[in-house]
């Protein structure tokens, strides 16, 4: 990083769940936290740290809580929980449907923290009394056109990525929404701030920095997505596009490969387009 210091992380590692071959618990958060000493020695005295983490809810919610618990002997102060609401989901009919992700919020020393860049569009879902102006009784619903609402941490606004949006990457099967990224960064840092992601995957947070102008230093250890990232942002200066839709990054040297027929998993999508 050439003696440079970032104000902002925002990792989303691979899970222990679908991305790696499926290692213990002890053994992932042994491998976590290699990447978090990684990551205290970029960050900045006074800085935040954003991490995206998965609780199998068929494995007692891990990796999560031995996460949590190996994040106390760390030099973060946590600060907050939150989820981020999917429209898809998955479960059986003998237990609730999962329709969530965990964001986990982190600091070291007193980081930015921009209100004013928090304030958001998301709606109340819930009927209800809320007080009542110059005689009339209003409810939650009609407060919900307010342009001043905090962002809470529970976020319902956001829409999972799927293939009809424009900001899809065919082949990234954990591709976070740039609304999320972007949130995340107006809040956490100020323009020419520099961010940090360590699994860059689909480039999103080089591409919501690149839009918030902020600087990014991002990286993955798959060439493939090192790629993707640097063609998503490539196409995005030349053309203004967040990503590809129904197509694929990959279009010039395999233009008969529909995205449709690219696999979700990610052996398998490398196996299909190289």
Known sequence: ?????ARLAIHDPPYNLAAFELRSVGTFIDWCKK???????ALASDSSLYVWLGADQNNGFQPFPDFLLMMRDQHFQP????TMRNQRGYGTQKNWMAVRQELLYYTKGKPVFNIDA??????KILRGYYKEINGRRMENLERSHSDTIRAGNVWVDIQQIFYRMEENVSGCYAQKPIKCIDRIIRASSNPGDLVIDFFAHSGTTLLASEILKRKCFTVDIDPIYA???????????ATGRLGWQNGHPFEEEVPDIKASAIPTSVDSAQEVLF
């Open 1 to 5: 990083m050439g003696g440079e210091v």
């Open 227 to 237: 790629e993707i990232s640097i063609r998503r942002l490539e196409r995005f200066r």
């Open 79 to 82: 600060r907050s929980l939150i």
């Open 118 to 123: 928090e304030y958001t569009d998301i709606p």
């Open 35 to 41: 990447w978090l000493i990684s990551t205290e020695a």
